[in-house]
């Protein structure tokens, strides 16, 4: 858990990357972790590398991306859920690749286009960068847990961590838009109304909750 911890408050969004390439033997990590969670989510993640065109268009350069030349896809068949999913899964392997002395910022619309290949009746949905930065990125303002939660003195204490979790996550122009509730050991977590990436938002902070709480206190509702 600990280890666990530290990476989330490691990690951040970087958008400035090294023209060094990633070795062979974390490919093979990454693309393991990309195929386990493929099953387990049922997505078609899939890992690019050594592609200089995605991230070097205009819609790249307005986002300030340099040198990125590696990134994941987050693909999968439209249903209800596959946004949060692909939040959900896609920061489990931001977060393996933290752990693997890699760089990431999630990216929806500032890149062109990917050499992702979706299958029949899959859609791209959105990609993250990947590789090493410049630097390791800087801390964001943040939301205070009682905006975002129905935290209080009394709550227990796995609650607190994995709402300090959740504030940690990333999303969409750092809004922040969710809410978590807790009754007892059952948790809820909602999106927020209006914003951009709202569903993948609210997969990104579920992991990071769920990983600060442990899931072995509570349960989802």
Known sequence: MQEVMELIQK????RQYCDRPIPEEIRKQLDACAAKWNGEGSLNIQIIYDDPECFNSRLAHYGSFKNCR???AMIGTPAKDLEERCGWYGELLVLEAQRL????CWAALTHGKSKAVPGPGEKEVILIALGYGETQGSARKSKRPEDVSDLNADSPDWYRNGITAALLAPTAVNQQK?????DGNRVSAKPGRFGSCLKIDLGIVKCHFELGAGKENFEWV
Not at 101 to 104: D, R
């Open 178 to 182: 969710f809410r978590f509730t807790r």
């Open 70 to 72: 590696n990134y994941i």
């Open 101 to 104: 002395g890699l760089n990431t």
């Open 11 to 14: 990690r951040h969004s970087v």
